[in-house]
């Protein structure tokens, strides 16, 4: 849990850097942005990014004022520390999962609900509708301004043990999940017992048996190469929780009317090329993985998934009720 007042504290220290224009190191003529992401070059995440990269670069208003600084692979952190990083203005842009934004905006957790979308058209009729607008515009009270949503895939279980086929299968098994209560709470109320863990303490993990498995979309499964430890993937697709590309408030209120609206359009053009690059590796990734000795199985039994995790939505009404309704309303 992200401390709040620690994150007060640098938020107030991040008033001043930014006050003084202290936003990264200067390139000449331009305004520097660091902008962080835990995955490698290559995978459709940073693909996406590239592309934005590129977009900003050779827009006529942007190409002038901005540089975006890529740093990719985690150099910067994991993405709770990214999110950290970003919230005192260590750095002024991140990519990140939805899953740990929710410790900044409750809201925005609604995402994490599993089984939330029938599936991912269902998912992006709401993301690029009138709810998405509104999980943006929940990051602004605490300094993150939301520009686009990138795909992540649907997320099931991988584990060193044995095929999940049923909810017996992953009974007791140790699996890591990303640093957020829900997923937690979803973990054990299919009868597993939930880890958290950075992305990048993963593999480590499952190698000395710290861990028994995971679970996260077959393109992270290929690129951290978590297939070598954890040869058993169950396609459960509990969760379809996107990523989202975010900026600095203080740097986003520097920007004139146009360049926002410019900044605001290079990163959803990329969004959508992203979600090609995503479909693409995906198809990859999974030829690969079974190439390596991976064996893949789908659940034949997700409604007994589903109505196991019921009460998380009983749990979470008060605050996620009305928009479960919503999200599930749209057609």
């Given amino acids: 849990m992200i401390d709040s007042r620690r994150f007060r504290w640098f938020q107030a220290a991040a008033a001043l850097l930014l006050l003084f224009g ?5 390139v000449p003529g331009k305004e520097r942005l660091i902008l962080s992401n835990v995955h490698v070059e ?42 950290e990083k970003l919230g005192f203005g260590g750095i002024q842009m991140a990519c990140t999962s939805v899953a ?16 939330l979308f029938r ?9 690029d509708g009138e709810i998405g607008e509104e999980l943006l515009g929940s990051l602004e009270a605490n300094g993150l301004v939301g520009l686009a949503w990138y795909d992540a895939g649907a997320r099931s279980f991988y584990n060193r ?15 890591r999940v990303q640093k957020s209560e ?24 499952l190698y000395t048996g710290a861990i028994d498995g995971a679970e996260n979309n077959v393109p992270s499964y290929r690129s951290e190469r978590h297939f070598e430890v954890a040869k058993y993937y169950s396609y459960d697709r509990h969760s379809t929780i996107p990523d989202l590309l975010m900026i600095h408030r203080g740097v986003w209120q520097r920007l004139s009317e146009e ?18 690059f995503w479909r693409d590796y995906v198809e990859e990734a999974l030829a690969a993985v079974r190439e390596a000795g991976s064996e893949i199985n789908e659940i034949d039994d997700v409604e007994s998934f589903q109505r196991a ?14 928009l479960v309704e919503r999200i599930r309303a749209v057609e």
């Fill in 182 to 205: 829900i997923m937690r709470e979803m973990v054990e109320a299919l009868g597993g017992s939930p880890v958290s863990l950075g992305f990048k303490e993963v593999y480590t993990n």
């Fill in 119 to 127: 599936d991912p058209e269902h998912m992006w009729r709401v993301l």
């Fill in 22 to 26: 202290c936003s990264g190191d200067s």
């Fill in 100 to 115: 740990p934004l929710a410790e900044f905006s409750r809201t925005i957790g609604v995402l994490t609900l599993p089984y």
């Fill in 42 to 83: 290559g995978y459709p995440t940073a693909q996406g990014l590239r592309d934005f990269e590129r977009r900003v670069g050779e827009d006529p208003l942007l190409g002038e004022r901005l540089a975006l600084d890529l740093q990719l692979g985690g150099v910067l952190g994991n993405e709770k520390e990214t999110l």
């Fill in 259 to 276: 360049e926002r609206a410019a900044l605001r359009r290079a990163a959803r053009e990329s969004s959508a090329a992203q979600r090609g």
């Fill in 161 to 175: 043990q044995r095929p999940v086929r049923s909810l017996e299968d992953l009974a007791g098994l140790k699996i």
């Fill in 309 to 322: 995790v019921e009460p998380l939505y009983v749990k979470h009404a008060a605050l996620y009720g009305d």
